[in-house]
């Protein structure tokens, strides 16, 4: 039982570029977000996701897509990188929203 | 790691005296809190968690206190050890925010040995 594994644990991009952020738990979770957190910010939710086939907008979705084809993965897509993107950005998952959301170990990323 | 929360209010306290932190909620239609915390270059942990039909809740050395009237939660940690230094974030949830989980801007506690 590996939780919520991200990949990779650092990047870094030039303005323009895309890139696709890994994420996975094998936990069999239903719900799954993303969140990225910039100094003195906490964290601010991007995507989120019920289930498989089902996802919606958090409070800062501009510039990222997500799909969800399995329980299991949650991938995050930056379409065009900015470097206000720059930033940590964090996946979770659990049951429901209002279980024990368990976080994955973050991916930094640096758009250039 | 990197530091994240560089410019966050920071609570400095010695080891062994309990700690407050508290946090100030936006939307009274919450119904759901959570505590998390985080150290350094890791993603947050969950401490513990309370619904709204409670103002009161225990765990092992931590305490979450609801105060629904001026939409006020706090978290107590009774003798505070080295290994909770990191940053500490309230969330709140509401069934009208449509399953989506907001975090507040988190505060950073330092123990003193």
């Known amino acids: 039982n590996a939780g919520v594994t991200q990949t990779p644990k650092f990047q870094v991009l030039k303005t323009g570029q895309s890139m696709t952020l890994q994420c996975a738990q094998d936990?069999?979770?239903?719900?799954m977000s993303w969140y990225r957190q910039d100094p003195g910010m906490g964290l601010r939710l991007i995507h989120y996701s019920v289930g498989a086939g089902i996802t919606d907008q958090g409070e800062v979705p501009n510039g990222y897509n997500v799909s969800r084809s399995t329980t299991e993965d949650f991938p995050l897509r930056l379409l065009s990188a900015a470097p206000s993107q720059t930033s940590v950005y964090f996946c979770?998952?659990?049951?429901?929203?209002?279980?024990?959301?368990?976080f994955g170990p973050g991916t930094r990323l640096t758009v250039l | 790691g990197e530091s994240v929360g560089l410019h966050l209010p920071t609570l400095s306290v010695q080891e062994g005296d309990n700690s407050i932190i508290n946090c100030a909620y936006s939307?009274?239609?919450?119904?759901?809190f959570i505590w998390y915390k985080q150290e350094s270059g890791k993603g947050p942990q969950f401490i513990i968690d309370?619904?709204?039909?409670?103002d009161k809740r225990q765990g092992q050395r931590v305490t979450v206190l609801l105060n629904k009237t001026v939409k006020h939660l706090s978290l107590q940690i009774a003798a505070t050890q080295p290994g909770d230094s990191a940053v500490y974030f309230c969330a709140e949830y509401s069934w009208e925010s449509s399953y989506k989980l907001i975090f507040g801007s988190g505060t950073r506690l330092l123990v003193r040995p």
């Open positions: 309370i619904r709204s039909n409670m």
């Open positions: 979770a998952s659990s049951y429901s929203p209002t279980d024990t959301q368990y």
């Open positions: 936990m069999n979770h239903e719900y």
């Open positions: 939307n009274s239609a919450s119904d759901y």
